[in-house]
């Protein structure tokens, strides 16, 4: 193993030791506060020292925890309660195909594959997004794996190898497959069905829906955008890349690692996220809190980090944001290249929120101008009034407004019966056009 290597590892386990290291001083706050004989002792200290301690434990043992589903039975029409099942269909090195099978309920003719961003949280994060479909789809999801877990012979894993993956995803899925690719991937999502497009027609998705997906970083101004173009590469894979350590199956393998993503995830918003844990740590000694309260369910899944292969981050910066690959259409997998203008049969819709300040309206809907040989009609684009970036595809814009414009896109191009139409649909907003009106076309 190389020198820089060995340094990598020592860093690995150098975050790790300080993550350990936390978790057991707050285990040992817990316990010691928790002696009955400090009961005697009316002192608010104590039970603040108990909290802290459970608060503390519980927030660094997350780190290293993947989140389950735990997706919520579904209700039938007749009543019952249908228990999900999270089953892999397709089992590969780097991620799995993992269909939500509803016992004892037929079928949905919509079936979805969700693509999951690989952006340091697992793809439990799309929980409360395949909730919401499964009461009217067939829901599929790409599971991907933590890298520190991936043995290094198992080989290499970039962007090209993330896109084969969806091609291959969509292949075995079939031609009636709606795609919904959520945030990260959807420049990938798109190549892939550019690759079937050209190669293999009969097995091309039905529709495809990108949210809030960076297709044209330089469309528009982020924070995001701004550091990618500030680094360079030498900068960025000193900085950022490190080997995994002796403790996991993937020792030595170069990975950007998840709690390096976790500590600059917090800088960004370093005084809600102080001022949440505080409130936490309060509520924990006044007896308030609870297991499954608000604070919980939304660290729990936050916290919960993976590391991803060096070479599927420095790629994705390198190739995406810095040479613009797939805005310029100049994108190619294994040597050959990609031309999206390939595609013709399939419905493109592109999902946005005027407060995104991850992916900013305009780089996403950049993906309609590259296809070009998709007509006018099969294009649609929906931006959301005050949406953040989480808002669009699982937080309360989702849920309220752009889950019913989504399904119903699917079902104008998928030719759904009315019989089964899901209820309660609302009509889409007035942020929803077809790209046919150059007027409607700025999302005014």
Known sequence: MSTKGIKGIVSYDAMETIRNTNEWLGATARALASYPAFALIPHPGIKLM???????????????????????????????????HAEPVVRRAFGDLVHFRVARRETSPRKVLLVAPMSGHYATLLRSTVTSLLPDCDVYVTDWHNARHIPVSEGKFDIEDYTGYLVDFIRHLGPDTNVIAVCQPAPLALAATAILAEEDPRSQPRTLTLIGGPVDPDAAATEV???????????????????????????????YPGLAQLSSFIAMNSETHSRAFIDKIFNEARGTASEGDRHNRFYDEYLAVMDMTAEFYLSTVDRIFKKLEIAQNRFSVNGKPVDIGKITDVAIMTVEGTKDDISAPGQ????????????????????????????????KSWRLNI?????????????????????????RSGGAVDVGDKDRKMGV
């Open 50 to 84: 108990s909290a802290w301690g459970r608060v503390t434990e519980r927030s660094f043992s997350r780190m290293v925890i993947k989140p389950d589903w735990e997706i919520p039975p579904i209700a039938g029409e007749e009543g019952q309660d249908h228990i999900v």
């Open 364 to 395: 996403c809907v950049a993906a309609l101008d590259l296809c070009t040989g998709v007509p006018a009609e099969k294009k649609h684009q929906h931006l959301e009034p005050g949406a953040g970036h989480y808002g669009i595809f699982a937080g």
């Open 225 to 255: 955008t701004d550091f990618g173009n500030r680094m360079t590469m030498g900068e960025l894979e000193h900085l950022a890349i490190q080997s995994v350590g002796f403790k996991y199956r993937g020792a030595g393998r170069m990975v």
């Open 403 to 427: 889950r019913s414009v989504v399904l119903d896109f699917i079902d104008e191009h998928m030719a759904v019966p009315d019989s089964i139409r899901p209820k309660r649909r609302r009509a």
